[in-house]
């Protein structure tokens, strides 16, 4: 199973931005689509957004314009760019590796994200 590990979260100011990367512990090629969901206290996990191999993204309407999602399949990366944060975006943030044809679904251990003053 493929190991992911995620880094880059913290605490920021409302208006601020963090880099989310995520890596994989194998190289993944261009099997998998890769993406990020995120679990606020009281709520349901929910999509962020989601990069397929062929580059196709696809965002939650909260975040469209304030994240972007990449991938680097040569360094089994995905980063999260999130700009103009907001104190809704505070959550755990999880990576996720999944294959439809595979039927594989895996994620990360999470990473806190907190937008406060």
């Known amino acids: 199973q493929v190991q992911l590990v995620e880094s880059g979260g913290g605490l920021v100011q409302p208006g601020g931005s963090l880099r989310l990367s995520c890596a994989a512990s194998r190289n993944i090629g261009s099997i998998y689509t890769m993406g990020w969901y995120r679990q606020a206290p009281g709520k349901q996990r929910e999509l962020v957004a989601t990069?397929?191999?062929?580059?196709?993204?696809n965002y939650v309407d909260s975040v469209k314009g304030r994240f972007t999602i990449s991938r680097d399949n040569a360094k089994n990366t995905v980063v999260l760019q999130m700009n103009s944060l907001k104190p809704e975006d505070t959550a755990v943030y999880y990576c996720?590796?999944?294959?439809?044809?595979?039927?594989?679904?895996?994620w990360g251990q999470g990473t806190q994200v907190t937008v406060s003053s």
């Open positions: 996720n590796i999944k294959s439809d044809y595979l039927k594989y679904d895996t």
């Open positions: 990069i397929t191999s062929g580059g196709r993204t």
